[in-house]
């Protein structure tokens, strides 16, 4: 069974920076691709970013391109999430994702994923 734990949320004022950070166990990090999600308060839950098994191929919706860093370190079992630039609609709960088959960035929205973390708050103030 796959286990992921996400932390480093909190609040922040517009402008300013987190990073988050998703702590995996159950099989082989280095073996699949991963990503992030986000869901705001009455949306659905949205893509954000993923990456390839090395880190090598990265992938970012439309509205976080250019603050948004996806990153890896496969040693250390854990996904990242650099967010720069923060504006008040990046405030959601933030999960990160892993899917079930290896080797591949899975597609965009949230079915193609198979296991889930539990969420992280990220409040971005005006």
């Known amino acids: 069974q796959v286990h992921l734990v996400e932390s480093g949320g909190g609040v922040v004022q517009t402008g300013g920076s987190l990073r988050l950070s998703c702590a995996a166990s159950?099989?082989?990090?280095?073996?699949?691709?991963m990503g992030w999600f986000r869901q705001a308060p009455g949306k659905e839950r949205e893509f954000v970013a993923a990456?390839?098994?090395?880190?090598?191929?990265?992938k970012y919706a439309d509205s976080v391109k250019g603050r948004f860093i996806i990153s890896r370190d496969n040693d250390k079992n854990t996904l990242y999430l650099q967010l720069n630039s923060l504006k008040p609609n990046d405030t959601a709960v933030y999960y990160c994702?892993?899917?079930?088959?290896?080797?591949?960035?899975?597609?965009?929205?949230?079915?193609?994923?198979?296991?889930w973390g539990h969420g992280n708050q990220v409040t971005v103030s005006s």
């Open positions: 159950g099989r082989v990090f280095s073996s699949y691709g």
């Open positions: 990456i390839s098994v090395r880190g090598g191929t990265t």
């Open positions: 994702a892993a899917p079930r088959k290896e080797y591949i960035i899975p597609e965009p929205v949230p079915y193609a994923y198979d296991f």
